[in-house]
Every structure is written in structure tokens, then in C-alpha cells.
């Protein structure tokens, strides 16, 4: 941070003060990034990010992503069939009181694969 210019501390101070404020958590940059995928598959994996952190993976319905996202719940199979695909997530259903409850997990040992950065890889 001894580097960082006034401007740069000013940001970072109301970052944080955004963070604290509203539900926010850190994407994944290269993924948001990563042209083999469609955009909105990219922004449905970080919103499926975000709902897996309390529970560990992500448990909301097809209407609720789409919901997010401003798409039928037709469009949203179609993007968690591409991010399984590429092997970012793992759909699971396990059985519950109501009978199955899909949970959504994050494949991170692929993302660190896919996305581990090359500076990082020479370590």
C-alpha cells in the first residue's frame, strides 16, 4: 500500500465501506473474463458463488437465478448446462424433508486449473 497514490486509498476506503454495508463477495476475474464461456453463464457462475456462502453450495431454484439474471428459468438450465460442462460446477440432489433439494457446488480444483494465474503457476 506505500505505492498506492491518494486517489487509490480513497477507493479502497469506500470499497470498504460499500463491502460493509451491502451483501457483496469476490469474484473471480479471469472467469468473468474467459471468452469460451457466454456472458451470462459467466454471471450466473458469480451469482451461484455468492449464494454458496453460508451453506457451502448453492441451493436456489431455476426462477430465482433467472429472477437475478432477467431470464426464464429455460435459459438458466441452458447456462448451468455449460458451466457443468466446462466442469465449474457440480449439480447434486440430495434427498431432504420435502424430498430432493439441489445443491450447486463449485468445482474449485478445475478453477484453480483453469484460472491459476501464470505468475503464480512458476512457484
Known sequence: MENQTKKGKVFVRE?????NDHRTYVGLVPLLEDTKLNCPARI????ISSFSYV????FA?????????GLKKGMV???LRELQQH?????????CRRGFERQIHL??????LRYKSKARKAQ
Do not use: S
Open 87 to 95: 466442469h465449474l460446477i457440480k449439480v447434486d440432489m440430495v434427498p
Open 107 to 112: 468445482q474449485f480444483e478445475e478453477l484453480r
Open 61 to 69: 431454484t431455476n426462477e430465482a437465478l433467472g429472477a437475478r439474471l
Open 55 to 58: 451453506e457451502g453450495y448453492c
Open 77 to 79: 438450465k441452458q447456462y
Open 15 to 19: 470499497w470498504q465501506d460499500l463491502m
Open 44 to 47: 450466473l457462475f458469480h451469482i
